[in-house]
């Protein structure tokens, strides 16, 4: 473990979208050993770690306006490949590799990095986790995710589940390592505001259909008449053509043009911390925005509106106290958190968050000191254990059985000249143009 006249902790994050980029980024200084969180979040602090960002090239990868709305910085920011990140990997030193993707995505890099990292003497600490609530597939999620050094949980329920999934198929669990989500803070509710404020968080697929979204949308312009001395906002998760860790095919912006909100209606983007320092209300369906708002104490609801469901996400929030309709909100019914619920949640509002990444900060101080450095990853999925499920999640990501790069693999030695950045703006221009409005499209002319 470095110590504070040695050089600073190497972190390197990789990240697919602006969520992740947020959660890796944020988790990194969480988990940095040296400088306790209170250091680390404080901007004239000398931090004791340096961090490197890559992000990883597809469908979802931020654009500018995204990063800066995260607000997270990097010593350095660049976009790449899968091969290009294992290569960065082979060629530079790190301490601390975050692994900030989706399941199958970590699952690739894992065996690319053992790959890359063959007859090393040494290597950093891979850590992974989930962005928010895990609601569904965990046991594939998991097992994905297996093989990294730390499996970090964001509550106390999802260690235990972690650890029972795993020990449940016979794979090493002690990777499970309890924590909470990074981005929690701000500061405590203390009474309304003026005027009050009614903010409904979106999520980009959830509910995943016209019909359910127009229904919540006009909930919301109604709760805005019925309270004109109120304002009401509705918060954005991105802009139309940008994509965020799930595709949103039914942006809320087009939705909203065909109805005439009232004066008091408004719609907002930004730092969800930074809205949720005005907020009164904050209703949603399932976003992990409800556990930023319950860790502030801030009355918060998740609808019922479209029912109590697993594709909805809101299934998880069962037995906190929230759930409530906004027929219900209308009548002038707050919501009342089970305090019992909340602290199995990793929300901390019992004022324990100062200490919730000492394990994690602990566990990664003893592996970087450990004599001989760290032994290959182990991933619970081979190519004998999975021969029918592994080799077309490397493959993805242009990888063999092995984690090697296959010939012809997309890589480059140098950043692409003025024609490939044209021909990749179009390229990705024309597939979210696909995926938003040419698809939706034939999905309901099957329907017919």
């Known amino acids: 473990m470095p110590s504070s006249t040695s050089k600073p902790t190497r972190i390197a994050v990789l990240a697919d979208s602006d969520t992740r980029w947020k959660w890796g980024a944020l988790t990194a200084a969480r988990i940095a050993p040296g400088p306790s969180m209170e250091a680390a979040e404080r901007e004239d602090a000398q931090v004791g770690f340096e961090l490197s960002g890559f992000l990883l090239r597809g469908r979802a990868t931020p654009t500018a306006r995204q990063l800066a709305e995260v607000g997270v910085t990097a010593d350095s920011l660049r976009e790449v490949t899968s091969v290009e990140f294992l290569r960065a990997m082979a060629e530079e030193e790190y301490d601390v590799l975050v692994l900030a993707l989706v399941g199958g995505g970590v699952q690739a890099m894992l065996h690319g990095l053992k790959h890359a990292w063959a007859g090393r003497t040494s290597r950093p600490v891979v850590v992974t986790g989930y962005v928010g609530v895990v609601y569904e597939k965990l046991a594939d999620g998991l097992l994905l995710r297996h093989g990294a050094d730390l499996v970090l949980a964001n509550s106390r329920q999802d260690a235990e589940r972690f650890r029972a999934v795993y020990d449940g198929v016979g794979a090493d669990a002690s990777s499970v390592t309890e924590v909470a989500l990074p981005f929690l803070g701000g500061e405590t509710y203390e009474g309304e505001h003026d005027p009050y404020t009614v903010v409904f968080a979106v999520q980009p697929s959830v509910p995943d259909n016209r019909r359910d979204r127009v229904h919540l949308l006009d909930r919301l312009i109604r709760h805005a008449r019925l309270h004109p001395e109120r304002e009401v906002l509705l918060k954005l998760r991105s802009r139309p053509g940008e994509h965020t860790t799930h595709i949103e095919e039914l942006p809320y912006q087009k939705l909203v043009q065909r109805l005439d909100p ?49 594709v909805l996400g809101n299934h998880h929030f069962v037995g906190s106290g929230c759930l409530a309709s906004w027929d219900q909100l209308d009548a002038g019914h707050r919501p009342v958190p089970d305090e019992e619920w909340v602290a199995r949640q990793g929300v901390a509002a019992d004022g324990t968050y100062a200490t919730a990444f000492d394990a994690a900060r602990e566990r990664i101080a003893e592996l970087l000191a450990k004599p001989g450095g760290l032994g290959p990853l182990t991933p619970y999925y081979t190519p004998v254990t999975a021969p029918g499920y592994l080799p077309g999640i490397l493959a993805r990501h242009h990888l063999g059985p092995d984690g090697a790069p296959l010939p012809g693999a997309p890589a480059h030695d140098k950043e692409p000249g003025p024609v490939r950045q044209i021909v990749r703006r179009a390229a990705r221009g024309a597939y979210r143009h696909g995926v938003q409005r040419v698809a939706p499209v034939i999905r309901r002319m099957g329907e017919l």
């Open 262 to 310: 009232p004066a008091n209606f408004r719609l907002v983007y930004g730092n969800m911390g930074e809205v949720l320092d005005r907020t009164d209300l904050l209703v949603t369906i399932s976003s992990t925005a409800a556990l930023e708002s319950l860790h502030r104490r801030i009355p918060t609801v998740v609808l019922t509106d479209l029912g109590i469901r697993e």
